[in-house]
Every structure is written in structure tokens, then in C-alpha cells.
């Protein structure tokens, strides 16, 4: 292994085991943000993808059949990092999605804070540092992802101190007040300062960062840089910086150009009914999403016949997601009872006023329901950036289409051409729908072209390159 390979380092890979309707087991593209993101920054070069398989470590042999190395034509290599039942209950579904995430967003639900959970949290994010002592060369980078692996950066130093470390916090960094909440508030901002350099999503998620370092251990920054104590007596530094992720345009720019995906998008429409109007939302299925505020929306607009049920249609596609964890239990089934009336009292035989898909799409068959919608609805209550919102202004190809964007999305901060919208506000939501859908050719094709002038020049590619190059530059004094 060179010094030039980038080990990445997440909490899961970027393939996963799909059991068949006959039990076999065969690997795919694990779906998710991270993933489409982080993947492009390793093409073209070798390096390691270091993360959990999705399945427990059982005792004896395991049954899934190994990672093909060189599937979906990928340079590097994967390394797994074995976890059981009880750590991934605790550690995942515990601390990182009922502490970590609900805090992260706001706490639009209550954080839950168990001291068992927070142990496992830190028995496995030093099962990841190890792996990528192990597995990185001398004085490699080592790039690691997200809030399940906070206290992964510290950790690695102290086992290999040559190492180049980066983080990026995918989700959003809440104000200071709010993060001082949590009772190992300490643990994770040194844990995070553990890394060379820190990213963001925005500015305003580094800002809140550096405030709580100065706040919480008296540690100023100097022009976004922070000087941390390090072993005898030396000190190096962490810089902290905003890199608004994206997406990978080129790929999806070919996959809206076939005419695999055009005629694709052209039977959906057909399929739907042939509706002047289709509306389309496309989430995990969690509460932070918005789901429910705009099916909530959409239902009105047709109960005050603001829109024409047999003129409009809206497709929601929800992936699953975290279904162990209560509150998405909770929204699944709200989520459910709102399509269920809304097709009891407003639908008809063979057209329901809401297509509801439960599943996970292929990118394939996302891109032509990106191209086959008129609006696409993004009203997320907290998000750190949304990626669905600039896959869909990169499948339109023709400079049309609309897309309806919650004010709280990094998104928002590079789209605000989008028809933005508070997530909080029904009746405004509903006015930017009834806009949106209402507005004429060369509005739409305005505010298009300018989204999609500024996503072809910062794509994914762009964020990758801007993040290693200043994690590779930076200096230890």
C-alpha cells in the first residue's frame, strides 16, 4: 500500500447483501447520501473502504459470499469491520439515532440518553480506528465520515500519530446551547479535534462547532484554526471549515441523456394517467424529512380545489429506514394513515391522489421519475444538505421542471432560485406548491438554469478535491 490511497473510513460500506425471493444472497449499492457522495472521491485511485457489513458477527463461518473486489468497477479495496447484535443495537440504533440524530436536528424529537449506549458508541468507533491503523500505510490520509464515528479521529491518532486525519459531519452541527446538553459533550468535540481538518456542511454548522470548543474547553480559534494540546507538550493544529457536499453531475447528466431513461420517464407518465401535474417527494422514511407536512399540504390543496385531482398526481417514495428506532416507526405509520385517507376520500378506482412506494429505487429508475415530475417537493425540517434536491435539478436536462425546497437545507443556501419554503408553515408551504405549479415556462427556465449553472460547477468531484486538498496540505507545528 502507497502513502497516496485514501482510506475511507464509515460506518457502512458502500455495498450491502440483498437475500433473494430463493435465498440467495448477492451484493448491491448500498443506498444512502454517503455513499453517492463519498464513492466518486475514490475513483481513478486505490485506497480502502473500511465499514460494517449490515450484518451481525455470529459465531462459526460466516454465510454471505465475499465482496467481489472489483464490483461496479471500483479500484479499491473493502475492509469489514465485524460488529454483534448488542453493539449495533446499542452503539446504532441507540446512541447514534436516538441521541446523536434527534440532537443533531434540533431535537424535533426528544434525545434519549442512556450511559450503556454511549459505551457501546465507544467500543465501536475504536473497533473502526483499528481497522484503519491497521489498514493505512505510513503516513496515509484517512478520511472519516459522519456522526457515528465521532470519537474515531482521536482514537486514531493515538494509534498512529504519522496518520493524515479527516472528518466530515454529513448532518447538520447544532447551535451551542443545544449541543451542551449532551452528557459526553466533551468526549466527542475532542474526539472530532482528533482530525487535521474538520468539515462541514455550512458555515453555519463550523461556526456552531468553534463556538462550542471555545465554550466547552476554552480553546479559541484563530482564523477557523484550532490549537490542540498535544503529547509532550507539543501541540498541532485542526482547522474547521465548510465543504457543501453534492453529487456526482456527469453520471447523472449521461443517465438523463439516455433514451433508456426518457422512454422510461414517458411510460411513467403514462402510467400515473398522463397528468398535467405530477408532484414528486423522494426520502428515507424519517421524521426530519417532512414527509407528512407535504402529503399534509398536497391533501388540502385538493380538498380546496386548489389543484384538480384528476389533473394532478404525487408520487412519495420512502426508503426504509431505521425501522428498530421508535420515531420511525411513529412517522411510518403516520406517514401511512395520511396516504390512506387521502386515497379513501380523494382518490378513485385506478387513480389514487397519492402513489406511495416503500422501497428503496435504483438510480436508474430514479432519474426517470426525477425526469417524468413537474415539482419536486424537498421539505425537510432539519437538514445538512439534501442530495435529492440536486439530483433533481441535474436530471433536468432541458432547463424545466420545479423544485419546492425547505429553507432549512444546506441546499437551500446554494439554490435559493428553488421556490423555498418553511417546513413549519402549512399554508405557506401550500402557496409555494400553488406557485410553483402555476408558474410559466420562462420563470421555471430561469430559476433552472441558474440551479444547474452552479451545481455543474461544484459538483461532487469539487467537494472531494477542495476537502482533500486542504487535509493534505495542512501543517503540524
Known amino acids: 500500500m502507497s502513502e497516496d490511497e485514501l482510506i475511507i473510513v464509515a460506518n457502512r460500506l458502500p455495498v450491502e447483501a440483498v437475500t433473494g425471493p430463493t435465498g440467495e444472497v448477492t451484493w448491491k449499492v448500498s443506498p444512502g447520501g454517503l455513499v453517492a457522495a463519498v464513492e466518486p472521491s475514490l475513483k481513478g485511485r486505490q485506497g480502502v473502504w473500511i465499514g460494517w457489513n449490515g450484518h451481525y458477527e455470529t459465531p462459526g463461518e460466516s454465510t454471505l459470499p465475499p465482496i ?43 434525545p434519549i440518553y442512556h450511559r450503556n449506549e454511549f459505551d457501546a458508541y465507544r467500543r465501536a468507533n475504536m473497533l473502526f480506528a483499528q481497522a484503519a491503523a491497521r489498514a493505512a500505510a505510513p503516513g496515509a490520509t484517512v478520511w472519516v465520515h459522519d456522526y457515528q464515528l465521532q470519537l474515531v479521529p482521536a482514537m486514531l491518532r493515538s494509534l498512529r500519530p ?3 486525519i479527516g472528518f466530515f459531519l454529513h448532518i447538520p452541527f447544532p447551535a451551542p446551547d443545544l449541543f451542551l446538553q449532551l452528557p459526553w459533550r466533551r468526549a ?9 481538518l474538520v468539515g462541514f456542511q455550512t458555515t453555519g454548522g463550523a461556526r456552531n462547532f468553534l463556538a462550542v470548543t471555545e465554550r466547552l474547553l476554552g480553546w479559541p480559534a484563530k482564523s477557523n484554526i484550532v490549537e490542540v494540546p498535544g503529547a509532550h507538550g507539543g501541540r498541532r493544529e485542526s482547522k474547521v471549515g465548510a465543504f457543501a457536499v453534492s453529487v ?8 438523463a441523456r439516455s433514451p433508456e ?8 407518465r403514462k402510467d400515473l394517467g398522463s397528468p398535467r401535474t405530477i408532484l414528486l417527494g423522494v426520502d428515507r422514511l424519517d421524521y426530519t424529512k417532512g414527509i407528512d407536512v407535504r402529503l399534509r399540504a398536497y391533501t388540502e390543496l385538493l380538498e380546496e380545489k386548489r389543484l384538480d385531482p384528476a389533473e394532478t398526481v404525487l408520487v412519495q417514495v420512502a426508503t426504509p429506514s431505521r425501522e428498530n428506532v421508535d420515531e420511525y416507526q411513529r412517522i411510518r405509520d403516520d406517514v401511512e394513515l395520511i396516504v390512506g385517507h387521502a386515497n379513501g376520500s380523494l382518490g378513485r378506482i385506478g387513480a389514487p391522489a397519492i402513489h406511495y412506494v416503500r422501497d428503496s429505487l435504483p438510480i436508474e429508475e430514479l432519474m426517470a421519475l426525477y425526469q417524468a415530475a413537474d415539482i419536486m417537493l424537498v421539505t425537510p425540517l432539519r437538514d445538512g444538505m439534501n442530495l435529492v434536491a440536486k439530483e433533481y435539478v441535474a436530471s433536468r436536462i432541458n432547463d424545466d421542471g420545479a423544485l419546492v425546497l425547505s429553507e432549512f437545507t444546506g441546499a437551500a443556501r446554494e439554490m435559493p432560485q428553488s421556490w423555498l419554503v418553511n417546513p413549519y408553515d402549512m399554508d405557506g408551504v401550500k402557496e409555494a406548491i400553488v406557485a410553483a405549479a402555476n408558474a410559466g415556462h420562462d420563470e421555471k427556465r430561469r430559476r433552472m438554469r441558474a440551479m444547474r449553472a452552479h451545481l455543474l460547477k461544484h459538483d461532487v468531484q469539487r467537494w472531494a478535491a477542495e476537502f482533500i486538498d486542504q487535509l493534505t496540505t495542512t501543517t503540524e507545528t
Do not use: C
Request: hydrophobic share 40%; charged share 30%.
Open 188 to 196: 466527542i468535540v475532542l474526539g472530532i479535534l482528533g482530525a487535521d
Open 162 to 164: 504519522d496518520l493524515r
Open 261 to 268: 431513461t426518457a422512454n422510461r420517464a414517458q411510460q411513467l
Open 248 to 255: 456526482d453531475v456527469d453520471r447523472l447528466d449521461r443517465l
Open 68 to 110: 467481489p473486489e472489483t464490483a461496479d468497477n471500483r479500484d479499491y479495496r473493502i475492509a469489514e469491520v465485524p460488529l454483534k447484535r448488542q453493539d449495533v443495537e446499542l452503539y446504532y440504533d441507540g446512541f447514534s439515532n436516538s441521541a446523536l440524530w434527534p440532537l443533531y436536528h434540533d431535537a424535533i424529537a426528544t
